[in-house]
């Protein structure tokens, strides 16, 4: 569980980061990011009711898209707001293909080194 000061939470941020900030895709996953000017990166996961009207498979995406993010966390620059977005083929995808698709895709930002 990543702790909370690494969570991307005020109204504020979302705007700046949706505004001003870079798109990229990789398949089903999608980021939106954006430098903060601090000495932390923070990440904030979006899974909407248009992926899944059961909260039970939305919040198990938003874990497993968490558990990738702690799990490379001493790989990420620091310095980024960070949105992540998926689409709703996520839900038949392996957590091993989703770990992929992200990390390559963070790569492809240069946010993981």
């Not at 000017?37 to 498979?57: E, P, T």
């Amino acid at each position: 569980m990543l702790l909370r000061k690494y969570k991307l939470k005020k109204d504020n941020d979302f705007k700046k980061v949706f505004k001003n900030g870079r798109y990229r895709q990789n398949g089903f996953v999608k980021i939106k990011f954006l430098k903060n000017n601090l000495d932390i990166s923070r990440f904030s996961f979006i899974v909407g009711l248009k992926i899944s009207k059961k909260a039970v498979q939305r919040n198990k995406i938003k874990r497993r898209l968490e558990e990738i993010i702690q799990l490379n966390f001493k790989k990420i620059i620091t310095g980024f707001d960070i949105i992540i977005l998926v689409d709703k083929e996520i839900i038949e995808k392996e957590y091993t293909e989703i770990e992929e698709n992200l990390v390559n895709l963070l790569k492809e930002s240069k946010i993981i080194i």
